[in-house]
C-alpha cells in the first residue's frame, strides 16, 4: 500500500485494486481514470485521530468547497457550525452516544438545514415567507446541507485531513441546538469529525454493495438478487473480521437497525421534535 501524495489514509497502487476494495469483483474499464477518482474511492471513515488542530485556513478552504456544491434555487439553506472547545464537543459527544471521535478529532462541524436565514430574508422584503412551513423546503435544506458536506469531505481528504460523518446529532436535537445556539428553522442534520488521522490505526477499504443492487438502467430492476446480497455478506464479513469486528455481515445488521422503532434511538419522534424547533412541515 502506498500513501497517495493528496492524502493522508493509505491509497491502492492501482485504480483496479481500489475498484476491487470497493466493489469485490466487479470490473470497470479505467481509462478515464484521474486523481478525483482515486481520492473519493480510497474515501474511508477516520475515528483516531492526532492532537493537531486544524488550521483556520484549511476549515475556511474546506467550507469554500461546500460553498461550491449545487443547492436549489441558488437559496443556499444550510449552514455549519465549527466546534472546536473541548468541553462544547464533550457535551456534543454525549448527545451523540456513542460517538468517542468527537473527543478524539480536533474539529467537529455541525451541518444544518437552516430555514431561519431565509426567513430573515423574506422578512425583511416584505414577504411572510410562507414557502418555507412546506415539507418540500426542509427536505431542500437538509439535502443542501448534505451536498455542501459531502465536498468538505472530498475538500478535506484532498488536504491530507480524515473525516468521519455522525448522524448521532439526530438522537437529541433539541439539546444539540440548546449547545449550539440554534435560532428557530434550524436543524443539525449530522456532524462532520475532522482531524489528521492517527497513522497508528489503520482503517480499510468498507465494500460497498455491488452495483447490480445499485444502478437500475431505465427502470427500477426487481426482484433483488440473493446471490448479490449473499456475495455481499460475503465480503462484509471478510472486512469485520480484518477490522476486529463483531463478524455479522450487511443484511443482518441493517435488517436489525430498521426493525422497530426502538431501532431508531429516539429518531422515530423526529417530526413532533422538528416542529418543536421551528419548522412548520405543512
Same mark, same amino acid.
Not at 39 to 61: E, F, I
Not at 86 to 102: D, F, G, H, M, T
Not at 140 to 158: C, Y
Not at 165 to 181: E, K, T
Given at each position: ?27 470497470? *474499464?479505467?481509462?478515464?481514470? +484521474? ?11 477516520? @475515528? ?5 488542530? #486544524?488550521?483556520? *485556513? $484549511? ?39 456513542? +460517538? ?7 474539529? =467537529? ?11 430573515? $430574508? ?28 459531502? +465536498?468538505?469531505? #472530498?475538500? =478535506?481528504?484532498?488536504l491530507g485531513l480524515g473525516t ?5 446529532? @439526530? +438522537? ?6 440548546? $449547545? ?29 454493495l455491488p452495483q447490480s443492487l ?24 471478510? =472486512? ?6 463483531? #463478524? ?30 421551528? =419548522?412548520?412541515?405543512?
Open positions: 500500500m502506498s500513501l497517495s501524495p493528496h492524502s493522508a489514509v493509505p491509497a491502492s497502487d492501482t485504480p483496479a485494486e481500489l475498484i476491487r476494495q470497493r466493489l469485490g469483483a466487479e470490473t470497470i *474499464d479505467t481509462e478515464n481514470w +484521474n486523481s478525483a477518482l482515486e481520492a473519493m474511492l480510497a474515501h474511508r471513515s477516520v @475515528r483516531s485521530y492526532l492532537p493537531k488542530p #486544524v488550521p483556520d *485556513d $484549511v476549515l475556511r478552504l474546506g467550507i469554500a468547497a461546500a460553498q461550491s456544491a449545487p443547492t436549489s434555487s441558488g437559496l443556499q439553506a444550510w449552514s455549519v457550525v465549527a466546534v472546536e472547545d473541548p468541553a462544547r464537543r464533550a457535551k456534543l459527544a454525549e448527545l451523540a452516544s456513542p +460517538n468517542p471521535q468527537i473527543l478524539s478529532a480536533p474539529l =467537529f462541524l455541525v451541518w444544518l438545514a437552516d430555514l431561519s436565514r431565509l426567513r430573515t $430574508v423574506a422578512v425583511d422584503n416584505g414577504k411572510a415567507g410562507d414557502g418555507l412551513d412546506y415539507l418540500e423546503s426542509f427536505l431542500l435544506a437538509a439535502i443542501d446541507a448534505s451536498l455542501a458536506a459531502q +465536498n468538505a469531505v #472530498v475538500a =478535506f481528504e484532498s468521519c460523518y455522525i448522524g448521532g446529532m @439526530r +438522537n437529541n436535537p433539541i439539546d444539540v441546538g440548546a $449547545v449550539l445556539g440554534l435560532p428557530p428553522e434550524s436543524f443539525a442534520v449530522f456532524g462532520l469529525t475532522v482531524g489528521y488521522p492517527d497513522p497508528t490505526v489503520a482503517t480499510d477499504i468498507k465494500p460497498r445499485v444502478l437500475h438502467r431505465e427502470t427500477y430492476q426487481l426482484p433483488l438478487s440473493p446471490v448479490a446480497l449473499e456475495s455481499y455478506d460475503s465480503r462484509m464479513q471478510e =472486512f469485520q473480521a480484518a477490522q476486529g469486528m463483531a #463478524v455479522r455481515g450487511w443484511t443482518r445488521v441493517m435488517a436489525g437497525r430498521i426493525a422497530d422503532a426502538a431501532a431508531l434511538k429516539g429518531r422515530d419522534r423526529l417530526k413532533e421534535i422538528v416542529r418543536a424547533m421551528g =419548522f412548520k412541515l405543512k
